[in-house]
């Protein structure tokens, strides 16, 4: 079971970023897959989520209207599309999975990724 995360990096804010989760070891339509973050000193968030299996989605109040989360079912990924990034969004990006609730916003997923920095400069 993996959940590969892709795509972090450096940009500037107002800028566009990409992540990709990439999973493999479990039925991927029957979970829901969210996007976590974390800075030091800050509790984990739970940012974005999609459920394959029944279709919900979930954005953080702090995101909306600037981040798209959708997923590839052929490939059996989740992309994470962020764009007007701001400062704030400086964070270890944390791809995660839930098959046992399997709706969103996910309260305890059970895989992680290993997670991907992004940072964004002001």
């Known amino acids: 079971v993996q959940l590969v995360e892709s795509g972090g990096g450096l940009v500037q804010a107002g800028g566009s970023l990409t992540l990709s989760c990439t999973t493999s070891?479990?039925?991927?339509?029957?979970?829901?897959i969210g996007w976590f973050r974390e800075v030091p000193g800050k509790e984990r968030e739970g940012v974005v989520c999609?459920?394959?299996?029944?279709?919900?989605?979930y954005y953080h109040d702090s995101v909306k209207g600037r981040f798209t989360i959708a997923s590839d079912n052929a490939k059996n990924t989740v992309h994470l599309q962020m764009s007007s990034l701001k400062s704030g969004d400086t964070a270890i990006y944390y791809c995660a999975a839930d098959g046992y609730g399997r709706t969103c916003p996910i309260a305890d997923p059970h895989l992680w990724g290993q997670g991907t920095p992004v940072t964004v400069s002001s």
């Open positions: 070891g479990f039925s991927f339509d029957d979970y829901a």
């Open positions: 999609i459920s394959m299996s029944d279709g919900s989605t």
